[in-house]
């Protein structure tokens, strides 16, 4: 029986190089749905923010698109499918240069102009996206144990737990700042991976707007007894780290948020809506003038109301950063959290 540490054991679980489950060729489409899935209008919101970044950066010599956690490069297929060939892309004309960050291998049929890498590009100037990528990045899990002692978690790759060594040096000072937690039982997922890794991320912005979009909480309302979970298949199962499901959960996006950025946390629902997307049905008259373009609104209408539902969707975290850039037009003025450079 080998125990590990669950970072470690997460870390094999989906990335090994031969058996991990994200290098499987289905992809995470093959297991679940997100909201780039869901619909097109969610790359559409992607390519209207990439204008307006693209307007605030002044119109720089070359725009860069950078998609963390890439998949199998849909939300990239689907922004170029919204600003057009080349030939049609106006005012962005031959100047986008989009990058699929992904440890997957690059699929067939992603555009060639796509260019597909395992690490996020330097210097560049544009817009950092990431979908439910910081919920797959490994971490550590701790839980209080009877004494009220806080304690690393440890599990094989069966699945099952133990408590191990109490949390100590710079994640017990995380946890004590960002998910204080003293009830016995209390689990706390240790946030400190995914804190470099998002801050390793914005670091390669030169000038621009980097999101991150999760299932996320604040220290206002962490979850007593953590998030952990897997999916396979379209279900939700026991998160087992053998590489036969994913294993996520949810993001602390307030401890992940680069320090010294203007940072705007607010709900998907408030981001896209605010980008265009409305879950508005087409007016009924349309239904009888032009039927054909009514039942298409109609469609149009229930994939965005599922990309805003409240309950679903809608209710994942936007967490925009802006690096020498003023916040786009579009997210000025949102509801939701903000805070200033300190
Ligand atoms: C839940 S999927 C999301 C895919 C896509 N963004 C979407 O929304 O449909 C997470 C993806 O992040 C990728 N990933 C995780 N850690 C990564 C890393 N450090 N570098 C590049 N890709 C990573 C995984 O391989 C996986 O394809």
Redesign the pocket.
Known sequence: MSWQRWQTAMEQAL?APDSGF?RRPE???GHFR????ASPHYAGAVARLLREVDRELGRPEVITLV?????RG??LTGVLAAVGGLDDRGDLGGRLRPVA????ERPAGVPAEVEWT?RVPTGFAGLLFA???L???PLDIAEVDEDGVLRLVEVTPAGEERLAAPVAGADAEWAARWWPAEEPGARVELGRSRDA?WRGAVAGLERGLAVAVDYAHTRADRPLFGTLAGFRAGREVEPVPDGSC?VTAHVALDSAAAPGLHSLWTTQRAALRALGVDGGRPPLELASTDPVAYLRALGGAGESAELTDPAGLGGFRWLTQTVRMPVPEALRGLDGWQTLPS
């Open positions: 990335y994200y992809g995470p489409v997100t909201s780039v899935h998609d963390v956690g890439a998949g849909e939300l960050v992904e440890v997957a395992d979908n439910e990528w919920d797959n990045v890794a994913d």
